[in-house]
């Protein structure tokens, strides 16, 4: 089958190799990949910024189909549409893993960087730490969609169970990217009221917000103060920096409320040159959220079941695996929402009546 692999260290060192396809071990189901996800920290590990385990297949991110299964599959039978929290394999009984927590434990390791990932025509997952995609998603394309899920999956543990949100809570969030846009669409199942905070260039994300619930957009900082301050005079109840970027979580300080707490969802990558009494003057709680945990799996899908939540409009490029490298050039260059990589057999067959990418990629 074809892989994607990362052979040794050295950006230059990955290829799509022929490589055998895996047998399921007892426990594990063997899926065929429909659509991987290109994700940040899939370009870190190409660069060696992440630890890995070599040689490995990359990708994290998949939705696929069951297509064998071996030994206890916990109700998973082949022909199943599946998903699979990363950290898949871990020690099972700390106390982390108990709690669901498995992408915190010590001896975790993660598809695609530890373990052979999502990037193949196929890969084996254990089913004890596999999902089904609901019923509701009929159409190829919404099936394709659930590649997305891992990444939606990170928010709601941030916005669910890592911080309170009241009904009627002003919320900032700060950039809107994929991460910001999800951030938008699980504060507003919580019943807050979303500001989202771009930049002039974001005009195209900001109108895309608006119509997925947004209440207010804002494309400086000037705007944002203004729409804080006169819903919210002491300021937000809660502020979400989804970039990763110092000047957003500087706009974040500037807007958030005495006691207000800040979630912090992107990675800065590096170190961060901030005011710590920013968060110590105001008694801010600074709440770092990253990855998921077994139960934000769980809320996601059954929101995404009820039409809470939405992925479609943010698949942005879908390429034939073989193409992977203007994939990863697009997310690098942060042109597009999410693109997807689909294995070349699959993309052939898949009719352009099939697929229509969602209009929001005009940014592109
Ligand atoms: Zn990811
Ligand atoms: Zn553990």
Same mark, same amino acid.
């Given at each position: 089958?074809?892989?994607?692999?990362?052979?040794?260290?050295?950006?230059?060192?990955?290829?799509?190799?022929?490589?055998?396809?895996?047998?399921?071990?007892?426990?594990?189901?063997?899926?065929?990949?429909?659509?991987?996800?290109?994700?940040?920290?899939?370009?870190?590990?190409?660069?060696?910024?992440?630890?890995?385990?070599?040689?490995?297949? /990359?990708?994290?991110?998949?939705?696929?189909?069951?297509?064998?299964?071996?030994?206890?599959?916990?109700?998973?039978?082949?022909?199943?549409?599946?998903?699979?929290?990363?950290?898949?394999?871990?020690?099972?009984?700390?106390?982390?893993?108990?709690?669901?927590?498995?992408?915190?434990? *010590?001896?975790?390791?993660?598809?695609?960087?530890?373990?052979?990932?999502?990037?193949?025509?196929?890969?084996?997952? $254990?089913?004890? =730490?596999?999902?089904?995609?609901?019923?509701?998603?009929?159409?190829?394309?919404?099936?394709?969609?659930?590649?997305?899920?891992? #990444?939606?999956?990170?928010?709601?543990?941030?916005?669910?169970?890592?911080?309170?949100?009241?009904?009627?809570?002003?919320?900032?969030?700060?950039? $809107?990217?994929?991460?910001?846009?999800?951030?938008?669409?699980?504060?507003?199942?919580?019943?807050?009221?979303?500001?989202?905070?771009? !930049?002039?260039?974001?005009?195209?994300?900001?109108?895309?917000? *608006?119509?997925? %619930?947004?209440?207010?957009?804002?494309?400086?900082?000037?705007?944002?103060?203004?729409?804080?301050?006169?819903?919210? #005079?002491?300021?937000?109840?809660?502020?979400?920096?989804?970039?990763?970027?110092?000047?957003?979580?500087?706009?974040?300080?500037?807007?958030?409320?005495? !006691?207000?707490?800040?979630?912090?969802?992107?990675?800065?990558?590096?170190?961060?040159?901030?005011?710590?009494?920013?968060? &110590?003057?105001?008694?801010?709680? =600074?709440? $770092?959220?990253?990855?998921?945990?077994?139960?934000?799996?769980?809320?996601?899908?059954?929101?995404?079941?009820?039409?809470?939540?939405?992925? %479609?409009?943010?698949?942005? !490029?879908?390429? $034939?695996?073989?193409?992977?490298?203007?994939?990863?050039?697009?997310?690098?260059? *942060?042109?597009?929402?999410?693109?997807? !990589?689909?294995?070349?057999?699959? &993309?052939?067959?898949?009719?352009?009546?099939?697929?229509?990418?969602? *209009?929001?990629?005009?940014? /592109?």
């Amino acid at each position: 089958m074809k892989a994607l692999v990362k052979s040794a260290l050295g950006a230059q060192n990955v290829e799509l190799l022929d490589i055998p396809e895996p047998t399921p071990g007892n426990g594990e189901l063997k899926v065929r990949v429909l659509a991987a996800g290109i994700c940040g920290s899939d370009i870190h590990a190409i660069y060696d910024k992440r630890e890995t385990v070599l040689p490995v297949t /990359l990708g994290h991110e998949y939705v696929g189909q069951v297509v064998e299964t071996c030994g206890d599959t916990c109700g998973f039978q082949v022909g199943d549409w599946v998903l699979t929290i990363p950290a898949c394999y871990n020690c099972g009984t700390c106390e982390l893993c108990r709690a669901g927590l498995v992408t915190l434990c *010590k001896s975790h390791r993660s598809l695609g960087f530890h373990i052979n990932g999502t990037m193949a025509d196929y890969l084996v997952v $254990p089913a004890r =730490y596999s999902f089904h995609v609901p019923d509701t998603a009929i159409s190829l394309q919404e099936k394709i969609s659930y590649a997305l899920a891992e #990444p939606l999956a990170c928010i709601i543990r941030g916005v669910y169970e890592k911080v309170d949100v009241t009904p009627g809570d002003t919320v900032v969030v700060s950039g $809107p990217g994929i991460m910001g846009q999800f951030a938008v669409q699980a504060f507003k199942a919580r019943g807050a009221y979303v500001i989202l905070s771009g !930049l002039p260039q974001d005009e195209e994300k900001l109108r895309l917000a *608006k119509t997925l %619930g947004a209440d207010e957009t804002v494309a400086s900082l000037e705007a944002l103060k203004k729409a804080v301050f006169s819903r919210s #005079p002491g300021g937000a109840n809660i502020t979400c920096e989804a970039t990763g970027l110092i000047p957003s979580l500087e706009s974040c300080m500037q807007v958030i409320r005495p !006691l207000g707490t800040h979630l912090q969802i992107g990675m800065f990558g590096g170190k961060v040159p901030c005011r710590l009494d920013d968060l &110590f003057n105001r008694e801010v709680l =600074y709440v $770092p959220s990253n990855s998921s945990s077994l139960s934000a799996w769980k809320t996601m899908l059954a929101l995404l079941a009820q039409g809470t939540l939405t992925m %479609g409009p943010f698949v942005s !490029l879908m390429l $034939p695996l073989s193409r992977w490298k203007e994939g990863f050039d697009a997310a690098a260059r *942060k042109a597009v929402y999410k693109a997807v !990589l689909i294995p070349d057999a699959l &993309f052939s067959e898949i009719s352009p009546d099939d697929i229509r990418l969602p *209009k929001a990629t005009s940014f /592109l």
